[in-house]
């Protein structure tokens, strides 16, 4: 049974009874819902309402990477030339404490159908558009049929080629990865699923179970997790994080520097931090197991890498820093304007 109210949390053992009448303003701001699968202690802090919610700092904001900066119609985001973000439905099955969409999640429901049309008719006369993002809210919330009816109508957009899932379902309720959802992402466009997932205690078996099925069924998974002090923000939480993934045929893809988003100051490192856990993570773990830390810039002006970096100019040379933090001199040789490499000297860092 999901849990979605204080006294459900107290009942679970995952609150204790002195803190509970303190949180009802909370819960009453921002949605609680914690599936059978998360409701472990150590997940607690993902989905258990704290007072450190309502504190609210002046950077923070209400819609942090700028989805409604860039909306030609309701539940579109239309931010790159090349893809856009179809917000199906505004439901999720886990609620989560940090979330960029905290004031919109959970508030609305599906889309509307006349909302549904006016974006499908967007995607269709912008051929430019070749991807579309289904996000919420969490898409797999929807059923199998609903879903499959959407797919269809997107599978008809000829500039439609790719179709990218952002979800939880498949580690905070496996049970939804069923043969007739899976049925039902088999159309033309090519089908993505991003599985967003920040602690290696959510990969459980039925989780493990339902990467097998969309993975044998041919869907290609990627990971997203965000960077979440008290949650994961160490190398050892990582590294087994992102190791559980690539054995379960998913890629790491991208590490989110926690966003903005309000009431959530608590949940935040600094970047320095962030590029010290990657710059440890680098020398620990193949390349596969290694996403991409990125950050949403404030405003709607797009996602960016953001290190650590290992290249640094010097004069007519680079200066390249190994995963051991040592320093090595690297010049650029083409077969136009050679440059004679000079003798690398190896700078102790
Ligand atoms: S599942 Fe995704 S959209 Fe829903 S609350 Fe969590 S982070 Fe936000």
Same mark, same amino acid.
């Given at each position: 049974?999901?849990?979605?109210?204080?006294?459900?949390?107290?009942?679970? *053992?995952?609150?204790?009874?002195?803190?509970?009448?303190?949180?009802?303003?909370?819960?009453? @701001?921002?949605?609680? !819902?914690?599936?059978?699968?998360?409701? &472990?202690?150590?997940?607690?802090?993902?989905?258990? +309402? @704290?007072?450190?919610?309502?504190?609210?700092?002046?950077?923070?904001?209400?819609?942090? %990477?700028?989805?409604?900066?860039?909306?030609? =119609?309701?539940?579109?985001?239309?931010?790159?030339?090349?893809?856009?973000?179809?917000?199906?439905? #505004?439901?999720?099955?886990?609620?989560?404490?940090?979330?960029?969409?905290?004031?919109?999640?959970?508030?609305?429901?599906?889309?509307?159908?006349?909302?549904?049309?006016?974006?499908?008719?967007?995607?269709?006369?912008?051929?430019?558009?070749?991807?579309?993002?289904?996000?919420? *809210?969490?898409?797999?919330?929807?059923?199998?049929?609903?879903?499959?009816?959407?797919?269809?109508?997107?599978?008809?957009?000829?500039?439609?080629?790719?179709? &990218? $899932?952002?979800? /939880?379902?498949?580690?905070?309720?496996?049970?939804?990865? @069923?043969?007739?959802?899976?049925?039902?992402?088999? %159309?033309?466009?090519?089908?993505?699923?991003?599985?967003?997932?920040?602690?290696?205690?959510?990969?459980?078996?039925?989780?493990?179970?339902? $990467? /097998?099925?969309?993975?044998?069924?041919?869907?290609?998974?990627? =990971?997203? =997790?965000?960077?979440?002090?008290?949650?994961?923000?160490?190398?050892? @939480?990582?590294? !087994?994080?992102?190791?559980?993934?690539? &054995?379960?045929?998913?890629? +790491?893809?991208?590490?989110?520097?926690?966003?903005?988003?309000?009431?959530?100051?608590? $949940?935040?490192?600094? %970047?320095?931090? *962030?590029?010290? %856990?990657?710059?440890?993570?680098?020398?620990?773990?193949?390349?596969?197991? #290694?996403?991409?830390?990125?950050?949403?810039?404030?405003?709607?002006?797009?996602?960016?890498?953001? *290190?650590?970096?290992?290249?640094?100019?010097?004069?007519?040379?680079?200066?390249?820093?190994?995963? &051991?933090?040592?320093?090595?001199?690297? !010049?650029?040789?083409?077969?136009?304007?050679?440059?004679? +490499?000079?003798?690398?000297?190896?700078?102790?860092?």
């Amino acid at each position: 049974m999901t849990l979605t109210t204080i006294s459900q949390l107290v009942s679970a *053992g995952l609150l204790d009874a002195d803190q509970a009448p303190g949180l009802e303003p909370v819960a009453e @701001t921002f949605r609680v !819902a914690v599936t059978e699968a998360m409701a &472990r202690p150590e997940l607690a802090a993902q989905f258990v +309402p @704290t007072l450190a919610e309502m504190l609210t700092r002046a950077e923070e904001l209400s819609d942090p %990477i700028g989805d409604h900066a860039h909306a030609p =119609s309701p539940g579109l985001t239309h931010r790159y030339p090349d893809r856009v973000i179809l917000h199906a439905t #505004q439901t999720c099955e886990v609620y989560c404490r940090f979330c960029f969409r905290r004031e919109s999640v959970g508030a609305s429901g599906h889309l509307p159908e006349a909302d549904l049309t006016a974006a499908l008719d967007h995607i269709a006369a912008t051929p430019a558009i070749r991807e579309v993002i289904l996000t919420g *809210g969490d898409p797999m919330v929807l059923s199998p049929r609903r879903l499959g009816a959407l797919l269809r109508r997107l599978d008809a957009i000829p500039n439609v080629d790719v179709v &990218r $899932f952002h979800t /939880r379902v498949p580690v905070v309720n496996p049970a939804r990865i @069923t043969d007739e959802l899976i049925a039902a992402l088999d %159309i033309r466009p090519a089908v993505w699923v991003v599985v967003h997932t920040n602690h290696p205690a959510e990969i459980t078996p039925e989780a493990e179970a339902a $990467f /097998r099925r969309l993975t044998r069924a041919g869907v290609p998974l990627l =990971s997203q =997790s965000v960077l979440l002090k008290g949650v994961n923000a160490d190398p050892d @939480t990582l590294e !087994a994080l992102f190791r559980a993934l690539i &054995r379960n045929r998913v890629k +790491p893809y991208y590490l989110h520097h926690a966003d903005l988003a309000k009431g959530t100051s608590h $949940f935040r490192t600094t %970047i320095a931090e *962030g590029q010290k %856990i990657m710059e440890t993570l680098r020398g620990r773990l193949s390349g596969i197991a #290694q996403p991409t830390y990125v950050l949403d810039i404030p405003g709607g002006h797009g996602k960016v890498p953001i *290190g650590p970096g290992y290249l640094e100019p010097r004069g007519a040379q680079w200066q390249v820093t190994d995963p &051991r933090g040592q320093r090595h001199a690297y !010049a650029d040789v083409t077969n136009g304007d050679v440059q004679a +490499p000079a003798p690398a000297p190896i700078l102790t860092p």
